[in-house]
């Protein structure tokens, strides 16, 4: 039985969080020994499948009363210590500071470590520090898994070559679903309130069209980042007084009913890796409009005007007419939805954990040659 080790930050609700939820439940099915070594524990995480063991490598809370130099040494040696106890065929890494701490702390042990590429790398791996990393970290790596072909182009070439693109596998029940014969009066949105997914575009944008149709409502889904964000959006809304036709959700169970019987989907990010909830809503046939952002994820599974619709990133104007044009042109909209619907075709959870396995498989076979 392969031991496989799952490494991140936490569980907290998020798209790499999300992937591993499901990745780590798919390997599990599939007879394979699976941990999730995490740092912290979230408030509001997914739920893991009780075959898999989940193992806490963050600080204890002595080493949280060291300097932030000793608390980086401690939590490298933390995992490191896990790491050879365990043994594991092989780790699976996921987000940037994961990375590196997967990659230090398997130094010397011959455990192979796959790295994962979840966001822009202009902003997430650009800083000097990210460049000294990555520069002695990872070439490293046994392999690494990108969204698009963008983030891949920006590392090293040795990294390259041993890397695949993969995207996020979309669950089982948002597949195959029949296409609602009505719809709400609803244009859906899900993301964290986080500055660079412009939730701030997405409502001046809304506020256009609530001009045309004031019978539509905006439901923005998602929790708080903590970063200012969310009290900006209830500002704008305040100043508009938009509060009966603009919500802010948070992490409401409501999305999958919404996602499932809303008019539309929009996504206004400035930048972004592969956002899971909009492959689950074109799954599901919801016709969906997202900014052509970098590093390329919208752009990898929506060809404009064939399944969903792109427009230019921080263009207000530009996304309230593609909103429209879906409101007002039903045939259009629903042709759109019916084609993006294909997508749970090649990006089932079953297809993608095939090509992680194979890839995974590959390396281990690797090693041991």
Request: aromatic fraction near 8%; hydrophobic fraction near 40%.
């Given at each position: 039985m392969k031991k496989i080790v799952f490494h991140l930050n936490c569980l907290e609700r998020g798209g790499a969080e999300r992937v591993v939820a499901n990745l780590s439940r798919q390997f599990a099915a599939h007879g394979y020994q699976v941990y999730i070594a995490t740092e912290w524990q979230g408030t509001d995480?997914?739920?893991?499948?009780?075959?898999?063991?989940r193992v806490h490598v963050g600080l204890s809370e002595t080493q949280?009363?060291?300097?932030?130099?000793?608390?980086?040494?401690?939590?490298?040696?933390?995992?490191?210590?896990?790491?050879?106890?365990?043994?594991?065929?092989?780790?699976?890494?996921?987000?940037r500071r994961a990375n590196y701490r997967a990659l230090t702390a398997a130094i010397g042990t011959k455990i192979p470590v796959v790295i994962s590429i979840r966001n822009n790398p202009i902003g997430y791996y650009d800083a000097w520090s990210d460049k000294i990393q990555i520069a002695l970290l990872f070439g490293r790596a046994a392999g690494c898994v990108f969204q698009t072909p963008e983030q891949k182009a920006y590392f090293p070439k040795g990294l390259q070559a041993k890397s695949r693109i993969i995207l996020n596998p979309?669950?089982?029940?948002?597949i195959g679903n029949p296409i609602p014969q009505e719809r709400e009066k609803t244009v859906v949105h899900s993301g964290r309130l986080v500055a660079f997914k412009n939730q701030r575009m997405l409502i001046e944008a809304f506020l256009q069209v609530h001009q045309k149709h004031p019978d539509y409502t905006?439901?923005?889904?998602?929790?708080?980042?903590?970063?200012?964000?969310?009290?900006?959006?209830?500002?704008?809304?305040?100043?508009?007084?938009?509060?009966?036709?603009?919500?802010?959700?948070?992490?409401?169970?409501?999305l999958e009913k919404d996602l499932r019987c809303g008019a539309v989907a929009a996504f206004s990010s400035n930048y972004e890796g592969m956002p899971n909830v909009m492959?689950?809503?074109?799954?599901?046939?919801?016709?969906?409009?997202?900014?052509?952002?970098?590093?390329?994820?919208?752009?990898?599974?929506?060809?404009?005007e064939e399944n969903g619709l792109l427009v230019p990133i921080k263009d207000p104007d530009a996304l309230a007419a593609a909103i429209n044009r879906l409101i007002e042109d039903r045939d259009f909209a629903e042709k759109l939805g019916r084609e993006a619907?294909?997508?749970?075709?090649?990006?089932?959870?079953?297809?993608?954990?095939?090509?992680?396995?194979a890839y995974i498989e590959e390396i281990c076979g690797r090693q041991k040659t």
């Open positions: 995480e997914y739920e893991i499948d009780n075959r898999i063991q949280k009363k060291h300097c932030r130099v000793k608390q980086f040494l401690d939590r490298i040696t933390n995992l490191r210590k896990f790491l050879k106890e365990v043994q594991p065929d092989i780790v699976l890494a996921f987000a979309i669950n089982e029940k948002f905006l439901k923005i889904f998602g929790g708080d980042a903590g970063d200012g964000t969310k009290e900006h959006l209830e500002q704008l809304i305040a100043k508009n007084q938009a509060a009966e036709f603009i919500c802010l959700m948070g992490s409401s169970s409501q492959l689950e809503a074109m799954a599901l046939g919801l016709p969906v409009v997202a900014t052509d952002c970098p590093p390329g994820g919208p752009r990898m599974v929506i060809r404009s619907a294909k997508i749970g075709e090649t990006a089932s959870a079953d297809t993608i954990f095939l090509e992680w396995k």
